[in-house]
């Protein structure tokens, strides 16, 4: 019996004949405007992609474990490292809870010495006890006492007989980071290159032990978009090996010592492509210093769920949130990932949480089977031309930066401020207008909610926190929801919650729609919300208006009507309520010409808008 192969049943279809289809069907609309995608880089994405436009793109020809490593670095499989950090305060104590989390599925710790001062021998050999160093990433970070630290750690492995080769972590250490987050350092830049340069020849005898943990989330969580944190992330790497190679390091050691930090955003693709993206630009930065030697300076990549757009308000999203940007972290060939807790941007994580975010990995890897296949991505073309673009227009970033004298001397300059500033500007503006949605916190609120007794506002607001007397301007972290939360934390310190009327009149569509609109728009600052059918006059709607303890009320109509009934609406209530027009109808010149100026509608500053409502009605933060 002859078979038939089934794809051979239909004729073949031209990219021309696609688009010859596509503007039959958008009947004269502009393409571009309609179906080509921007995303918050600028970067355009089209809507269909077939083979042809991966053809150019040579280095995909390579098999996974090959130069330029842009399908990750593992042959066999797609298995990475689970990762939970343990603040060090009681050494016993955090023994006992890295064996704790050891046997629940982590497979990399991470210390962090809360004092460094308190790093000795002693205390490390408790800390260490019955943990099994060649079995498992340990990783130590501390403000300080680096060496001290490898020190203690290489006489612990020779102490217990063990193969240093395979003892694999890091001292997270990351001078750039530190000055760039807190505007200056300990000691002076010079010297502290000198430091890490005795530092990584020193960690030598330990192979598998890297020094340098460059910290590239820092550009997440200040409000970079991925073409900046990639773009400043090689450059930082690119001035670590400068300085290393210039006090005698070869680039071969120098690179082997070098961790990448990502911070993962909810970008979903886009951040799948930016973590290949990243090794196929460092592979080229790498090459440049140690043409050849490709095999032996593979770009390691740790990634950690982003704090910029978690909340306080319906805190539970923020499981939906880690977990799409662990899958993301996991198909773009992550080394090692950190899924920070839910509760991690407004309090420190309890065991519930930490047990949550452990499960996300586990799931993802023992029950979605994310660790079998090697480069789980390849062969889709839109992934390989974003891949491709974002890379595109990093290394031109790159590029720039170095021009301007590098990493250090951009910072120093203010280059990287300014452009980190204008990302973060954009961002709020679309987060303050809501075409970036946070759910439960800029859209959907649930009026009702409260916060938690337990959320500590120190962490939650640390955006708003001042430094001086610092050597460059720091960075600034933010959460994109942080307007909104301030808003409404205030709304829920008040001695009285203020309630807000609709009055919906006539069109009944359109009054419903708007009457929706305005719930979302004051429920996001927790305002009470009074609804009702509708009413049939200005008069009915008044009087059930004054029956209330309402001090807001708001018109819900159509563009058409507003002319009508808002005036009316004024002369009686003028000293009595706040009134609001939901939309911006063509009559707003009439309506204020007559004393109605507030309105609220899909282009407004919604946080703006709120600050003004909650300083006429005496709410402080």
């Known amino acids: 019996m002859k078979e038939d192969k089934l794809f ?96 629940k599925g982590v497979d990399s710790l991470g210390f962090i010495i809360a004092d460094p001062e308190t790093v000795n021998e002693s205390n490390f050999n408790l800390l260490l006890r019955d943990i099994h160093l060649e079995s498992i990433e340990t990783n130590f970070h501390a403000n300080g006492k680096a060496k001290e630290i490898l020190a203690v750690l290489i006489g612990i492995v020779a102490e217990r007989g063990l193969d240093f080769s395979r003892v694999r972590g890091a001292i997270e250490t990351d001078p750039l980071s530190r000055l760039m987050v807190n505007g200056t350092l300990c000691i002076p830049e010079e010297e502290g290159f000198d430091y890490l340069s005795a530092l990584t020849v020193d960690s030598a005898v330990l192979p598998n032990l890297r020094t340098i943990h460059l910290n590239a989330s820092n550009f997440n969580n200040a409000g970079a978009d991925i073409v900046q944190e990639l773009a400043f992330g090689i450059s930082m790497g690119c001035e670590y090996l400068s300085r290393l190679t210039a006090r005698g390091i070869s680039a071969v050691e120098a690179a082997a010592k070098i961790r990448f930090s990502f911070g993962v955003g909810s970008g979903y693709f886009t951040e799948i492509a930016k973590l290949r993206a990243a090794r196929l630009l460092w592979s080229a930065v790498t ?87 090697a480069d789980p991505s390849a062969g889709s073309y839109y992934i390989e031309n974003l891949t491709a673009l974002i890379a595109e227009h990093a290394w031109k970033l790159f590029v720039r930066t170095e021009e301007n004298g590098g990493f250090l001397a951009s ?48 962490i939650a607001f640390r955006g708003k926190q001042e430094v001086s007397g610092t050597d460059i301007d720091p960075i600034r972290f933010f959460r994109g929801s942080e307007e909104f939360e301030r808003l409404r934390a205030a709304v829920g310190r008040a001695s009285k919650r203020p309630s807000v009327f609709l009055m919906k009149i006539g069109n009944p569509l359109m009054r419903k729609a708007r009457a929706q609109f305005s719930s979302g728009f004051f429920g996001c600052a927790g305002y009470r919300i009074i609804d009702n059918p509708g009413f049939s006059s200005v008069e009915e709607g008044i009087k059930s208006f004054l029956e209330t303890d309402a001090v807001i009320i708001v018109l819900c109509s159509s563009d058409e009507e507003y002319i009508m009934y808002a005036p009316e609406v004024l002369t009686q209530l003028k000293d009595k309520a706040i009134i609001v027009v939901a939309g911006n109808p063509s009559s707003a010149g009439e309506l204020k010409a007559i004393g109605i100026d507030l309105f609220i509608h899909l282009k407004s500053d919604v946080p703006a808008m709120l600050a003004y409502f909650n300083e006429k009605l005496g709410i402080k933060e």
């Open 411 to 458: 910072l120093h300059s203010g280059f990287i401020q300014s452009s980190l500033a204008e990302s973060s500007a954009k961002k709020k503006a679309d987060v303050a207008s809501r075409k970036t949605i946070f759910v439960g916190t800029n859209q959907y609120p649930d009026p009702a909610e409260t916060l938690s007794d337990h959320v500590d506002f120190n």
């Open 8 to 103: 051979e049943q239909f004729p073949p279809v031209t990219t021309k004949d696609w688009m010859d289809k596509i503007h039959a069907d958008l009947k004269g609309a502009d393409f571009n405007k309609k179906l080509v995608w921007k995303t918050a880089e600028g970067l355009e994405v089209n809507p269909f992609y077939r083979s042809e436009d991966i053809e150019k793109l040579t280095y995909i020809n390579s098999l996974p474990g090959e130069f330029p490593y842009i399908r990750g670095t593992r042959i066999n499989n797609n298995n990475w490292l689970i990762r939970q950090n343990i603040v060090v305060q009681d050494y016993a104590a955090a023994n006992k809870k890295a064996l704790d989390i050891l046997m």
């Open 287 to 373: 090459n440049g210093f140690a043409p050849g030697n490709s095999d032996t300076i593979k770009m390691d990549i740790h990634s950690v769920t982003s704090e910029w757009n978690k909340t306080l308000y319906d805190p539970y999203v923020n499981m939906l949130r880690t977990q799409t940007e662990a899958m993301s972290a996991i198909l773009g060939g992550t080394d090692s990932l950190t899924v920070e807790p839910f509760d991690i941007a407004f309090r420190e994580p309890d065991e519930f949480s930490e047990r949550i975010a452990r499960n996300q990995q586990l799931i993802l890897k023992e029950e979605s089977y994310f660790d079998k296949v």
